[in-house]
T-cell receptor, first 111, second 115 residues
Framework: AQSVTQLDSQVPVFEEAPVELRCNYS??????LFWYVQYPNQGLQLLLK??????LVKGINGFEAEFNKSQTSFHLRKPSVHISDTAEYFC?????????FGTGTRLLVSP | DVKVTQSSRYLVKRTGEKVFLECVQD?????MFWYRQDPGLGLRLIYF???????EKGDIPEGYSVSREKKERFSLILESASTNQTSMYLC??????????????FGSGTRLTVV
């Protein structure tokens, strides 16, 4: 069965600093990987996804993620964050007919 | 764009009431899902449906039921609401396929408070 681990429940960072949100997955088969973002009191929206091909995936709002098969990781990065990036971020892996989500990482950007 | 609409953003219900949460999608997706979201626990799958009149239990189905009479509508029912069902409820949909490369489209969520 697939599983996802987001080790950091909360990541505080100053505006314009770089950030990395970590995601590790477990799966015995080839996977699709996703990052979703949830702004306060809203649903989740897709940031980016990895299906195949280039291991570096670019998403919306300047985020990117790198698929590393040997380390079973799919970390999310942004070189310079804004206050507006304050949100909760969820990593997900494809399972049989449904996605399996991590517990989320809250990104707190302060001035 | 696919749209998933949840009928209420905020709901306050009394203990013991029967509660209906409605979700409608407009892209002819076969798969629909109900999750609840609680701090520190992430998203937990309550029920999902692959087609009209079909339903499958997720990880935490106790205290809930669902209805899918039409393809575009998936309703979550709390038979007798309890305070421990106070939560954010998220509906999602996706096209068919045994691996979900498409991902999900989510609604905006319903924040339910049971008093």
């Amino acid at each position: 069965a697939q599983s996802v681990t987001q080790l950091d429940s909360q990541v505080p960072v100053f505006e314009e600093a770089p950030v990395e949100l970590r995601c590790n997955y477990s799966s015995s088969v080839s996977v699709y990987l996703f990052w979703y973002v949830q702004y306060p009191n809203q649903g989740l929206q897709l940031l980016l996804k990895y299906l195949s091909g280039s291991t570096l995936v670019k998403g919306i709002n300047g985020f990117e993620a790198e698929f590393n098969k040997s380390q079973t990781s799919f970390h999310l990065r942004k070189p310079s964050v804004h206050i507006s990036d304050t949100a909760e971020y969820f990593c997900a892996v494809s399972g049989f007919q449904k996605l399996v989500f991590g517990t989320g990482t809250r990104l707190l950007v302060s001035p | 764009d696919v749209k998933v609409t949840q009928s209420s953003r905020y709901l306050v219900k009394r203990t013991g009431e029967k509660v209906f949460l409605e979700c409608v999608q407009d892209m002819d997706h076969e798969n629909m899902f109900w999750y609840r979201q609680d701090p520190g626990l992430g998203l937990r799958l309550i029920y999902f449906s692959y087609d009209v009149k079909m339903k499958e239990k997720g990880d935490i189905p106790e205290g809930y039921s669902v209805s899918r009479e039409k393809k575009e509508r998936f309703s979550l029912i709390l038979e007798s609401a309890s305070t421990n069902q106070t939560s954010m409820y998220l509906c999602a949909s996706s096209p068919p396929g045994h691996t979900t490369g498409y991902g999900y489209t989510f609604g905006s969520g319903t924040r339910l408070t049971v008093v």
